[in-house]
Nanobody, 125 residues
Framework: QVQLVESGGGLVQAGGSLRLSCAAS????????MGWFRQAPGKDREFVCA????????DYADSVKGRFTISRDNAKNTVYLQMDSLKPEDTAVYYC??????????????????WGQGTQVTVSS
């Protein structure tokens, strides 16, 4: 059973930066595709970005491309989301997700079997 714990959320002004972390335990982290999703109040959970098990492939939603960067450290069982040039519309609860998926990219929440509890990101204007 894989457990995921996000951290690093908070309140930031528009144009600022935050770095989210997601620490994994209980599984073989280096074999998992990892994804970040977000959910704003009243909206569906949406794909933000993903990284392949090797770290060689990444994929981003158009809304964050050029501003967000996903990375992973398999030695630390951790995936990161560096968020720069934040906008008020980035405000949401951010979730990391994992699964042993061999195709890439993986953008649908239903394809991920393991989820963290989420961390709140609030961007003020």
């Amino acid at each position: 059973q894989v457990q995921l714990v996000e951290s690093g959320g908070g309140l930031v002004q528009a144009g600022g930066s935050l770095r989210l972390s997601c620490a994994a335990s209980g599984g073989t982290f280096s074999s998992y595709t990892m994804g970040w999703f977000r959910q704003a109040p009243g909206k569906d959970r949406e794909f933000v970005c993903a990284i392949s098990w090797s770290g060689r492939s990444t994929d981003y939603a158009d809304s964050v491309k050029g501003r967000f960067t996903i990375s992973r450290d398999n030695a630390k069982n951790t995936v990161y989301l560096q968020m720069d040039s934040l906008k008020p519309e980035d405000t949401a609860v951010y979730y990391c997700a994992a699964d042993n998926i061999r195709h890439f990219p993986v953008v649908h929440p239903s394809e991920y079997g393991y989820w963290g509890q989420g961390t709140q990101v609030t961007v003020s204007s």
